[in-house]
């Protein structure tokens, strides 16, 4: 099984501010990388998939970078609805999530 | 708008069985593959189970591989979760997800989840 780690586990931020979030796997798992987001009570919602590639009506200022055991996730300048949970999850074999990245004000 | 929504949740004994279902509805259900993912009250999400959109390749979580069957039918737009041998730590919202793509792999929709509760 291929185990992502994420960190920080918690980013303390303010509205404007520049997040970067980390996923790192335990092996190689070349570009096969999404980061979903958690709001209180919702299900997560597809940000960026195969490392890079934003969802539908997902706005320009997220962002998703790397390549084989190491992605990050930018958001430009977080508005208020950005205050949530992120997870990323690999598709390099059978799926597997991270652990989350809350990032709060 | 593809549309996903989950039922057959509920309370179980340790050691009873449960069966899921979700049905969807706004896309053209057999081109896509179909996962289960569960969420612990306070946890991330877990990959449960998925099947490819022809159902002819499935796939499972080593936490469940043997006690859980993943089925689908294209001919009703749903899919199901047969859940034997529950245990306490099976306990989770169950959400189901549509795929990307026709193997499991990415999901860009979500239902609203049912809730498994397994207790005495």
């Known amino acids: 099984e291929i185990v992502l780690t994420q960190s920080p586990a918690t980013l303390s931020l303010s509205p404007g501010e520049r997040a970067t979030l980390s996923c790192r796997a335990s092996?190689?798992?070349?570009?096969?990388l999404a980061w979903y987001q958690q709001r209180p009570g919702q299900a997560p919602r597809l940000l960026i998939y195969?490392?890079?590639a934003r969802a539908a009506g997902v706005p320009a200022r997220f962002s998703g970078s790397g390549s084989g055991t190491d992605f990050t996730l930018t958001i430009t300048a977080l508005e208020p609805e950005d205050f949530a949970v992120y997870y990323c999850?690999?598709?390099?074999?059978?799926?597997?999530f991270g652990g989350g990245t809350k990032v709060e004000i | 708008e593809a549309q996903l929504s989950e039922s057959g949740g509920g309370l179980v004994q340790p050691g009873g069985s449960l069966r899921l279902s979700c049905e969807a509805s706004?896309?053209?259900?057999?081109?896509?593959?179909m996962s289960w993912v569960r969420q612990a009250p306070g946890k991330g999400p877990e990959w449960v189970a998925g099947?490819?959109?022809?159902?002819?390749?499935?796939g499972y979580a080593d936490s469940v591989q043997g006690r859980f069957t993943i089925s689908r039918d294209n001919s009703k737009n749903t899919m199901y979760l047969q859940m034997n041998r529950l245990r306490a730590e099976d306990t989770a919202i169950y959400y189901c997800?549509?795929?990307?793509?026709?193997?499991?792999?990415?999901?860009?929709?979500w239902g609203r989840g049912t809730v498994v509760t397994v207790s005495s």
């Open positions: 997800a549509k795929d990307l793509w026709t193997i499991p792999g990415g999901f860009d929709c």
């Open positions: 706004g896309f053209t259900f057999s081109t896509y593959a």
């Open positions: 099947i490819s959109n022809s159902g002819g390749r499935i």
């Open positions: 092996q190689s798992i070349q570009h096969y």
């Open positions: 195969d490392t890079s």
């Open positions: 999850q690999q598709r390099r074999s059978w799926p597997t």
